[in-house]
């Protein structure tokens, strides 16, 4: 009997069903804190992730996490904190949700430390913290160069008492919702034996990450297909903001197989130069004129800062990502690339040997393994590489939730908090701050909901019916093929710099991939296959591809991660506005110029002082 045949014979109560009261999507930093939160509140709590418990991307955040604890430095601050956030996004973040991360960022670092994060200490045994790009102070609590595993450990140690239960390897279809358009569970799929198990929840919190795996070189890992993103639209969510994506400046050039893994900032933190193919530090010839008054302008100055000097600005290397990512990128355009067109960044001379291993243990480790070089003697080869989504699902500030009610988003797949760039090391906090709000807003909304609503069998159906098409076909598209297609394209026509020609050309680039993904086919049974598993991402790739194409091509205007050479510079008329995807009722993309809402003049004020102002406005508060 064919499956499609089987499926109209489904009975979809022999489907299991379990129930929780919020069910998290994403097992990294932010869906392990709304879980443990969530929990706290006396809430079932399950988290659903489609790798395995420990396995998310959230250890690749490797230099630390932001937060103004001033244990290294103690005129650090929350309000400074929140200006360096607002500035390094170009003003387009979420003025609330800036102003929540900086206030909220060090007491969720201390209670990661009260559960057991077991992070590197100053000599009077505080947290230690380090310089990051675009942060004006030493801020990045770390764990050498390990933080976001320590982070990961540290949750799920925790975690784990609380009676939380976990899904791995189990891959999310899609929700379901009421009449009333809100959502009541979700159907998945385990991707060992391909079958099917849904889930009823009063709350459903994503914290499903980004979507990178659209480009072909990229430093995340094969579980960022967007998949909360396409999943959220799918509903009628809101997406905001897609046009913004991070590409981190420091990823492998070389060899081709580990092209694009990430080089932490923290190498650049710990001092790390870039160089040339001359052997020019070229990034005093980047900086900004916005940052000339705040950052080493020579390689004198740049000395006192590495000799820890605390009145030395800091050096050109530690710029925000989209400057330095930039400057690589017209170093290589300019001829004076390193061998396999990137940039040389060298630590080797900066610190000694004992210095790199002891505080750089997993670059060291990573260089001396994959590339078969010491960075303890030799300079590494970086460049650009697709790394984060500043943009995401449109979620309330100080709730967490979407447009959809019961659905709420937090981490990388949640818009806003981070505007047009995201400076290092506030993904870490990030994670832990609005991972924390939504998993209590989720658990507050959950308590309102008394009782569990029924599903209409007729969504799963469709849901279970356009999954098992893939495999049901006699013959059509490789999804293999088609992904690798949709990488060039993206990495082509919607990367580092833009232009309107490219992104008309992606876009029709990717109407066409979609046309071929109709028929899309993955040979063999629903068991141990991962040709479906590929076409089932790939369709969330598309959606997540064409989003941050059409928005790239609406925004006119050069501001953080996006850059359209065709127009350059910040336009003060695009700063009063979001861009807004959202899935028509005819089933097409629709994008949407939405002006955004007033500021907190407060918040305004502090974002806009001079950093001698603030700093002595900080100074009276504390006398």
């Known amino acids: 009997m064919g499956i499609l045949k089987k499926l109209f014979m489904l009975d979809i109560s022999e489907i299991k069903t379990i129930e929780h009261d919020v069910l998290i999507v994403g097992a990294g930093g932010a869906g392990l804190s709304s879980a ?20 998310a991307h959230t250890v690749m955040a490797e230099g630390g996490m932001a937060a103004a604890l001033g244990n290294v430095d103690k005129r650090d601050h ?24 900086a206030q909220l960022a060090p007491e969720r670092v201390r209670l990661l430390e009260e559960w057991g994060a077991v992070f590197d200490r100053t000599k009077k045994g505080l947290i230690n913290q380090r310089n990051f790009g675009g942060h004006r102070y030493p801020r990045l609590a770390h764990v050498g160069d390990r933080t976001g595993l320590e982070m990961i450990r540290t949750l799920q140690d925790h975690g784990i008492h ?9 891959t999310a279809l899609d929700l379901l919702k009421n009449e009333k358009g809100k959502v009541i569970g979700i159907v ?3 991707r060992e034996t391909g079958t099917f198990i849904i889930f009823k929840a009063k709350a459903i919190i994503f914290a499903t990450g980004g979507g990178g795996k659209a480009w072909d070189v990229t430093s995340n890992s094969w579980e960022y297909t967007g998949d909360g993103y396409a999943l959220a ?6 997406l905001m903001d897609l046009e913004f994506n991070q590409f981190h400046p420091t990823g492998m050039m070389w060899p081709l197989s580990v092209k694009g893994i990430l080089v932490t900032e923290s190498v650049r933190g710990e001092g790390g130069i870039l160089l040339n193919s001359e052997g020019t530090r070229f990034m005093f010839n980047y900086i900004p004129e916005r940052f000339r008054s705040e950052t080493a302008e020579t390689e004198e100055e740049a000395a006192r800062w590495l000799s820890g000097d605390p009145s030395a600005r800091r050096p050109p290397e530690l710029l925000t990502r989209d400057v330095v990512a930039r400057a690589i990128n017209e170093e290589v355009k300019a001829g004076r690339g390193s061998k396999h067109g990137g940039a040389y960044l060298n630590i080797a001379t900066q610190r000694s040997s004992e210095d790199i291993k002891k505080k750089l243990p997993s670059m060291y480790h990573q260089f001396k393994v994959l590339a078969e070089l010491d960075i303890t003697k030799e300079s590494m080869e970086v460049g650009p590489t697709c790394h984060y989504f500043m943009g995401g699902i449109r979620v309330n500030a100080d709730t967490a939730m979407s447009s959809v009610p019961g659905l709420f988003a937090c981490g ?30 989720a658990a507050e909304f959950a308590k309102n909901n008394a009782n569990h609503s029924d599903f209409d069998e007729n969504q799963v159906r469709k849901i279970i019916l356009k999954a098992t098409e893939i495999l049901n076909r006699e013959s059509g598209a490789n999804p293999y093929l088609l992904h690798e297609q949709l990488e060039q394209n993206m990495q082509m026509n919607v990367g580092i710099i833009r232009t309107k020609d490219e992104l008309v050309k992606g876009i029709d680039e990717i109407e066409n991939i979609k046309e071929e993904y109709k028929s899309v086919k993955a040979k063999g049974t629903s068991q141990f296959n991962p040709g479906w598993h590929e076409a089932l991402g790939l369709r969330n790739l598309l959606i997540t591809a064409e989003a941050v194409a059409r928005a790239a091509k609406f925004r006119e205007e050069s501001r953080g991660a996006h850059t359209r050479s ?15 995807s959202k899935k028509g009722v ?38």
Request: glycine residues 10%; hydrophobic residues 35%; contains cysteine.
């Open 188 to 190: 998945c799929m385990w």
């Open 36 to 55: 443990i939160e969530a929990s706290s509140h006396g809430m079932s709590t399950g988290i659903v992730m489609k790798s395995l418990l420990g396995k």
């Open 586 to 623: 005819d089933g097409k993309m629709q994008l949407n110029k939405v002006e955004r809402p007033s500021a907190n003049p407060e918040l305004v004020r502090i974002a806009e002082s001079s950093i001698e102002d603030l700093e002595n406005e900080i100074i009276e508060e504390r006398k």
């Open 78 to 101: 929350w309000k400074i904190h929140f200006r360096d956030t607002m500035r390094g996004g170009k003003f387009l973040n979420v003025w609330r949700m800036a102003e929540l991360h």
């Open 412 to 441: 990388e797949c949640a818009a806003g908090m981070h505007g047009a760039n995201r400076l290092g090391g506030n993904s870490l906090s990030d994670l832990l701050v609005f991972g924390y709000l939504a998993g209590k807003k």
């Open 566 to 580: 065709d127009f350059p510079g910040e336009q003060k008329e695009w700063l009063n506005y979001n861009i807004i």
């Open 233 to 238: 639209y799918e509903a009628g969510a809101e």
């Open 162 to 170: 609380q009676g939380i239960e976990t899904y791995m390897e189990c």
